[in-house]
């Protein structure tokens, strides 16, 4: 299936004395139309970095190193912001942040809130048109099964709950016909219960209308229940990417590794992983993950990106999988 948004060799970096440190190096990723992919890994990563990237919303010092980004093959790193904040982002892009109960202004209604998304990104004929505006929030509101979506376009956000706060989001970031949609840890305010009920929204939704999701979560049990395929992140590189059940049926990297095994639901008592994420302007040489893993060798500090493929649609960038097949196995179970 052709690719909806695909990134190649993307590299960000910041100057820090003089020196160009790469925050995001070398990432490369595709996500197709209908398909949710899960882009995972410990708080500073790197995942926020690279949406920023994709929106072109990156702070001030960062700039892009090398690399592109393209929805439906244009260059989104190469657009003036003109066209980025007319047609991309809120148009070609929807997103949906990370906690409900902040992200709606308290003094307006969500109905007009939604409706100034509407005017400003909605078909270009039709941005005028509030009354069409309206029946499509409310049509968006009933989709995402909002109840009683004629009375909750007149309602404040003090009147919802965080999930339904987080439906009226969703329903916002659907509003204008995107073709991508980033979903930022869009369930971690949520209860238990209500992260199912979103998940089973965002399933739905990318499979009836052919909408390609970029999930961006630290829960690898989030990514199993939602996503086709994953992208595992550690100190602004991949280090492992595939269809979902091949990269957690058999996680490769020691990262994911990690990951997996101290998920709360297969660890009673609830650990991190040992040491801290490594930060920029202290990256070890070579592989990244090295200080805090179980299973470096001294190869380990002078290894260069390199990824191997262990399976269908499943490669992974350690020095592990550098040997032959046989060995490979042996050092990584």
């Given at each position: 299936?052709?690719?909806?948004?695909?990134?190649?060799?993307?590299?960000?970096?910041?100057?820090?004395?003089?020196?160009?440190?790469?925050?995001?190096?070398?990432v490369?990723?595709?996500?197709a139309?209908?398909?949710?992919?899960?882009?995972?890994?410990?708080?500073?990563?790197?995942?926020?970095?690279?949406?920023k990237?994709?929106?072109?919303?990156?702070?001030r010092?960062l700039?892009?190193?090398?690399?592109?980004?393209?929805?439906?093959?244009?260059?989104?790193?190469?657009?003036s912001?003109?066209e980025?904040?007319?047609?991309?982002?809120g148009?070609?892009?929807?997103?949906?942040?990370?906690?409900?109960m902040?992200?709606?202004?308290?003094?307006?209604?969500?109905?007009?809130?939604?409706?100034?998304?509407?005017?400003?990104h909605?078909?270009?004929?039709?941005?005028?048109?509030?009354?069409t505006?309206?029946?499509?929030?409310?049509?968006?509101f009933?989709?995402v099964?909002?109840?009683?979506p004629e009375?909750?376009?007149?309602?404040?956000?003090h009147?919802f709950?965080?999930?339904?706060r987080?439906?009226?989001?969703i329903?916002?970031a659907l509003?204008?016909?995107?073709?991508?949609?980033?979903?930022?840890?869009a369930t971690?305010a949520?209860?238990?219960?209500i992260?199912?009920?979103?998940?089973?929204?965002?399933?739905?939704?990318a499979?009836?209308?052919?909408?390609g999701?970029?999930?961006?979560?630290?829960?690898?049990?989030v990514?199993?229940?939602?996503?086709?395929?994953?992208?595992?992140?550690?100190?602004?590189?991949?280090?492992?990417?595939?269809?979902v059940?091949?990269?957690l049926?058999?996680?490769?990297?020691?990262?994911?590794?990690?990951?997996?095994?101290r998920h709360?639901?297969?660890?009673?008592?609830?650990?991190?992983?040992?040491?801290?994420?490594?930060?920029p302007?202290?990256?070890?040489?070579g592989?990244?993950?090295?200080?805090?893993?179980?299973?470096?060798?001294d190869g380990?500090?002078?290894?260069?990106?390199?990824?191997?493929?262990?399976?269908?649609?499943?490669?992974?960038?350690?020095?592990?999988?550098d040997v032959d097949e046989?060995h490979s196995?042996a050092?990584?179970?």
């Open positions: 299936m052709a690719s909806l948004l695909q990134l190649d060799d993307l590299s960000v970096g910041v100057q820090v004395n003089g020196q160009s440190i790469k925050l995001i190096d070398h490369c990723f595709s996500v139309p209908g398909q949710i992919l899960g882009l995972v890994g410990e708080s500073g990563c790197g995942k926020s970095t690279v949406v990237s994709i929106l072109n919303i990156l702070g010092g700039r892009f190193e090398g690399g592109a980004i393209q929805l439906e093959g244009k260059d989104l790193t190469t657009m912001e003109a980025l904040s007319r047609d991309v982002r148009g070609r892009i929807g997103f949906v942040p990370q906690d409900p902040l992200a709606l202004n308290p003094t307006f209604r969500v109905g007009t809130q939604l409706l100034e998304i509407w005017k400003r909605g078909p270009a004929h039709l941005r005028r048109d509030t009354k505006g309206r029946q499509s929030i409310i049509d968006l009933r989709d099964q909002l109840p009683e009375e909750a376009y007149r309602k404040y956000p009147e709950s965080g999930g339904q987080q439906r009226i989001l329903a916002a509003l204008c016909g995107p073709k991508l949609i980033i979903a930022d840890e971690t949520l209860d238990v219960t992260q199912h009920q979103i998940l089973g929204l965002l399933k739905k939704l499979k009836e209308r052919k909408v999701i970029l999930l961006v979560t630290h829960d690898l049990g990514v199993n229940a939602i996503c086709d395929s994953a992208v595992v992140m550690y100190a602004g590189q991949v280090v492992e990417s595939g269809n059940d091949s990269l049926g058999s996680p490769a990297h020691p990262y994911t590794q990690a990951l997996f095994e709360p639901d297969r660890e009673a008592q609830l650990s991190g992983i040992p040491g801290l994420v490594a930060q302007g202290s990256f070890p040489t592989c990244r993950f090295r200080p805090r893993c179980s299973k470096a060798q380990c500090a002078t290894r260069s990106q390199h990824f191997q493929p262990i399976a269908a649609d499943h490669s992974v960038n350690c020095i592990l999988y046989e196995h050092f990584a179970g």
